[in-house]
């Protein structure tokens, strides 16, 4: 478990458990985060524009991937820094119950 | 000028006024007196009572210093009409002419004239402030405009919870409350919700929304506020208290006493405590199957709004809604439950009830969301729901819907075409601004989250997201180029694992630390309640497992594909090119395997390797397995199961013992030299 596991692992206040469930824990959260990240970012785009984005991954240019995508939707940045911390605060929520 | 009225009221008392209209169009007042008789009364005596001085038109100059205040020992009901009338008076004489037979004829006194004129002047000073109003309106709407537009950014914001399942049951209320109202309107705000979500797609833009509630943000606080409180209430078991109370009274109660009355009511807690294991255990399994119902049917509905067709009839706002509500109600009731459950059990401390919530709250997020993301797949027309739950391709040769490029392309990133490699783990460091050496492959989302200070993981979320990515959404190369479910069909395969409570112990680790006798005794419960609770929760090592054999590429950047295992032991054991030196008995593989209930063909790969100490990576071993998919196209790899196949994908039909037929293990072989495994 590296630096940035134990800063997620103090976060979610999880630090009591033993080590492998901590580390599936954080599995579960990037895992959440990875699907519903993708969803939000799926809706950000039309179907032509998904269709547009298809034909850029075809092309295996990473960077120019990225660009386009940045490009289709302003505010990407934005979404996935706020989905990463709802995705917390969700769990956190669920903790406290 | 004054904004008092003209004149104070007299204090001569009044009966009863009544007015009656004739035919001929004259109005007559009446007073009634104390035997209900009508007296004639003129309009003048009214307003005299009333404080008006009756008389020639004053002039006016400045309103009166008194105001018009209704005598407290009058009758408040004749006050009431008779002011009534008065004021239909002046307002008359607003409308009419000012001729004053006129205004005899209507009963309008030089007073009334007055208060009339006195009433336009004050009229006046409004339209002098005109200019002074409509700055301040300006303003006003400016503030309300730009407190809308936040507000529809927030919307905006919430739509998104709303649509992947991340609000809370009071957002996803008012969230759908205020789409229900949308749907019968124009979409003129929908517009503007878009633009403030940056939404460059027409179809997708928040659909009419009205202002939203200022308690939204704050709600979610509020929750957490409150569900903080039940659980601080709930980290005092109740077993302590109870412990509390009872050395109390032992000490307070000599021993000897023989009046004193013996201690039932711990006997009575204990059957009571006895009886609500009981019943958890035995209705544990229905809640926990009408939950996986709830949220199956809340995410399907979700999924059906979030393809925009779908908005009225089953998939109404109202009906999600109400979808959400029995989700959230049965989850919140299961967990109520399960506190006093876990509670109860002697021993059990706060800790381990919080593990046990912990848990719980990674799994169920886990759970919806990936119940969301398959009825989202679904929705798309292309995928369909299988007898096993799993979702597969409605038919093969389907490119699949643009939707799964997009996540394919999340499962490309930093590798090359499906695979990890030097210069894309260079490329994703670069593209993220992060030097190599920070211990991490870092996908296209890093550099969105790297740019956000408050995220100290963001290495981390990168390299994950990727390796999830990886995991579940690995495209499948080859003929069918179908959006490949395999990694998401292994992980369900874990996840029905888990639903059969066969995961139950792996939760004993929560409680490990404790070395009470006690405990003992507890944990097998602990962990049948927390493994049922779970659900899809603790997978055990698998998963981590899973992970980790894809998180072999070591951060020094080198991007080596080669996988871990022991040095020196090279069982290959084949002859040249890989030709085994007894077919069918490839040195290092033994034909027969167990296989784990759950267990799909990329982990019996794996084990098939680690019979040679080699540790085959995840991806590793979804590529042989996709390499055994061609050249086995029937998926027949076991002698003795068929396999069966999930549309793009083969799966072990069943676990227990079965037998690897000799030629899948001479292609194996082949494959691991060729791949310089070994």
Known sequence: MNDDDKKLVAEFGIGTLPEAVQEELLGQYFETLELRLGMILEDQLSDEQLAQFEQV?????????????????????QLVADETEAVKADIKRGMSK | ????????????????????????????????????????????????????????????EEAPEAGVEAPAVRDKQAELRAHAQWKQKVNTMDRDSRNSRDFAKQGISGED???????????????????????????????????????????????????????????????????????????????????????????????????????????????????????????????????ASVDDESQEVPAVDPNAEPEVEDDRSEEEIESRRKNANETRQEDMENLAEARDNYAQLVAGRSRRSLTIGKYSAKKVQEAREEYENLLNDILEADAEFIADVPGVTAEMIDGARAVHAFGEARQLARTLHNHRMVATGNFKFNENGDIEAVKKGIIGRQMNKFYNWFGSVNTDRGRFSTGAIKKGLAVAGIGIGTGAVVGLLAPAVAGVAALGGSVLIANRITKAYMSTRLHRKGEDAVFANHGEARLQELYGKIGNGTNGVEMTDVIDTQSKTEVKRNRRRMALTVGATAVAGIVGGELVQHFAGIDHVPGNGSGNHTPNHTPGNNGTGTGHNGTPNHPGKVDGFKEHVNVEAGHGYTQELQDLFQQKGINLSGQQSFDLYNHLAEKFPKGHFFTNDPSYNRGSDFGISHSGSANWDPRVLEEVNRWAQENSIS
């Open chain 2, 113 to 243: 004239v007055a208060y009339g004129d006195w009433l336009k002047e004050n009229a006046a000073d409004d339209h002098a402030g005109e200019s002074l109003n409509n700055q301040v309106k300006a303003e006003a709407q400016e503030a309300a405009d730009a407190e809308r537009q936040e507000r529809l950014r927030g919307l905006a914001a919430l739509e998104m919870r709303v649509k992947t399942g991340a609000a809370t049951g009071e957002e996803a209320a008012y969230y759908y409350t205020m789409m229900e109202k949308a749907e019968e309107e124009p979409a003129q705000e929908a517009a503007d919700a878009a633009e403030a979500n940056g939404d460059h797609r027409g179809s997708t833009a928040p659909e009419p929304v009205e202002d939203a509630p200022e308690a939204v943000e704050e709600e979610p606080v509020d929750d957490a506020a409150e569900a903080g409180e039940e659980a601080a209430e709930a980290d005092a078991p109740e077993s302590e208290g109870e412990d």
């Open chain 2, 1 to 60: 000028m004054s904004e008092q009225a003209p004149h104070t009221p007299n204090d001569q008392p009044l009966g009863e006024i009544v007015q009656q209209e004739y035919a001929n169009g004259v109005n007559h007042l009446y007073e009634l007196d104390a035997e209900g008789k009508k007296q004639p009364i003129s309009y003048d005596a009214v307003a005299e009572a009333y404080g008006h001085t009756v008389g020639p038109v004053p002039q006016v």
């Open chain 1, 57 to 77: 991954h075809d092309a295996g240019d990473d960077d120019a991937t990225l660009t386009w995508l940045k490009t289709a939707i302003p505010n990407y940045d």
